[in-house]
Nanobody, 126 residues
Framework: QVQLVESGGGSVQAGGSLRLSCVASGYTNRFNCMGWFRQAPGKEREAVASINTSGRMTYYADSVKGRFTISHDNAKNTVYLQMNSLKPEDTAMYYC???????????????????WGQGTQVTVSS
């Protein structure tokens, strides 16, 4: 099995920053992609950013480009999401996910990820 544990969420004012972390354990050789999704109340879960750790390619949703950065530490089996210039519309539960993909593709759909964390809440006030 694969376990994903997120941390780093919290409450921040607009314009502030947060850094989310997700530590993977278990059969970590079963996946080569990790991603961050978010879900606000009453809305569908959407991709925020993802990374193919084999090809080091990344994907960002248009809404976060230039503000968020995803990175991965192989030695620590950890993926990070640095979030800067946060906006109230970034408020959501943030989920870490892991999956497998071809080396030159970065998955960005929920159906492309097999493993999910429990989520960490991010609240941005205006």
């Amino acid at each position: 099995q694969v376990q994903l544990v997120e941390s780093g969420g919290g409450s921040v004012q607009a314009g502030g920053s947060l850094r989310l972390s997700c530590v993977a354990s278990g059969y970590t050789n079963r996946f080569n992609c990790m991603g961050w999704f978010r879900q606000a109340p009453g809305k569908e879960r959407e991709a925020v950013a993802s990374i193919n750790t084999s090809g080091r390619m990344t994907y960002y949703a248009d809404s976060v480009k230039g503000r968020f950065t995803i990175s991965h530490d192989n030695a620590k089996n950890t993926v990070y999401l640095q979030m800067n210039s946060l906006k109230p519309e970034d408020t959501a539960m943030y989920y870490c996910a892991a999956g497998s993909s071809a080396i030159f593709y970065v998955p960005r759909r929920t159906s492309e990820f097999n493993y999910w964390g429990q989520g960490t809440q991010v609240t941005v006030s205006s």
